[in-house]
């Protein structure tokens, strides 16, 4: 394991002003993307999307991009392979690399995330098709008598066994345990779930001898359920995230890099803002978003190739807004200049 190297990596996904776009929706994902903006889901219809995000402007406000499998060995439309075009913007190429999720027997609500079954190889085969760090989504829903201790203590092990594995190749483990923000919780809920959550996978990281130098990590923000009759206000999410935060995750980790998890465009943006302008914080905090992203610049494409230029201007001002929000220097205002 090349510590510096997967440090100077871990730094770099949260470099001043960069955060990490998502963009490794498995086929059956984009599929529930496309149909909402009525295009239809090939292989082909992937690639041009994909393509034009990652021709925009707005990479440079984009530190790394997480592939799926299959875009990772995908080639554009003039033959360049993605991870060079991805390269050539000055942004590190990623890979997702669990298998999804299935029941947690004797769970009931509760999943676990499978694909530690020959990770290392996969991983050595990625690291050699580009990828320079990694991400494994574990999957916590709040409900009635949920999350039991089962479900938390087994994915935060699969987590570090994940962690260890990525390391011993040299990759950079994005450790992502969301929970989830459906349901009716208040806030209250999500910060004792997420500190349970986060105090379990730092547990178990130390256990499996994961070095925490060379890592991010990728939570959701402490938000109350989207079906809960109590809101948040922005102060109230910043103030909680990071109480929880401060609580559980140790200076050495060099970046926190926020899953956008359902909350609108916007909302991601101006919340991640007031994490960043109260300052004096131990790690870089920063976004890598699928959805606060991408939902804007899908809806400006709509499949039309017409669309392109437009769809890709939407999501510059997305990744920039963003980008500023990792500073701590964005404003409302800035939305209207768009
Ligand atoms: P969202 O930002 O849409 O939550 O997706 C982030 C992600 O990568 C989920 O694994």
């Known amino acids: 394991m090349d510590l510096a190297e997967l440090n100077r990596v871990a730094k770099a996904l949260v470099a001043p002003g960069k955060g990490v776009l998502a963009a490794d929706e498995s086929a059956g994902t984009v599929k529930k993307r496309f149909d909402v903006i009525g295009v239809e889901c090939t292989e082909d219809t992937r690639r041009d999307y994909r393509e034009l995000l990652f021709r925009s402007r707005g990479m440079a406000n984009i530190s790394g991009v997480i592939l799926f499998d299959e875009t990772i060995r995908q080639k554009a439309k003039d033959g360049t392979p993605l991870v060079k075009i991805i390269e050539a913007a000055g942004t590190l190429p990623g890979i997702k690399v669990d298998k999804g999720v299935k029941p947690l027997p004797f769970c009931p609500g509760e999943v676990i995330t499978e694909g530690l079954d020959g990770l290392g190889e996969r991983l050595a085969e990625y690291r050699g098709l580009g990828a320079k760090f990694a991400k494994w989504r574990a999957v916590i829903d709040i409900g009635a008598g949920i999350p039991s201790y089962a479900c938390v203590n087994a994915n935060a092990h699969a987590l570090a066994r994940y962690a260890a594995l990525c390391q011993s190749e040299d990759i950079v483990p ?10 009716e919780h208040d806030i209250d809920r999500c910060a004792d779930v997420t500190e349970f959550v986060l105090k379990t996978v730092y547990e178990q990281l130390y256990y499996a001898r994961v070095k925490l130098e060379g890592t991010v990590l990728k939570p959701n923000m402490v938000v109350p359920g989207k079906k809960s009759a109590k809101q948040a206000s922005v102060a109230e999410v910043a103030e909680k995230t990071l109480r929880v935060l401060k609580e559980c995750v140790p200076a050495a980790v060099p970046g926190v890099a926020f899953l956008s998890g359902g909350q609108s465009d916007v909302d991601a943006t101006a919340r991640l803002d007031a994490i960043n ?10 976004f890598s978003f699928s959805r606060a992203l991408q939902a804007a610049p899908q ?6 190739l017409e669309n392109v230029a437009a769809a890709q201007a939407v999501f510059a001002h997305r990744a920039r807004m963003n980008g500023l929000a990792s500073l701590g220097e964005w404003k409302p205002e800035l939305e209207q200049a768009a």
């Open 277 to 286: 302008k109260s300052g004096g914080l131990p790690w870089k905090v920063s």
């Open 299 to 304: 809806k400006a494409w709509s499949g039309r």
């Open 174 to 183: 994005i450790v992502e345990p969301e929970v989830l923000m459906d349901g």
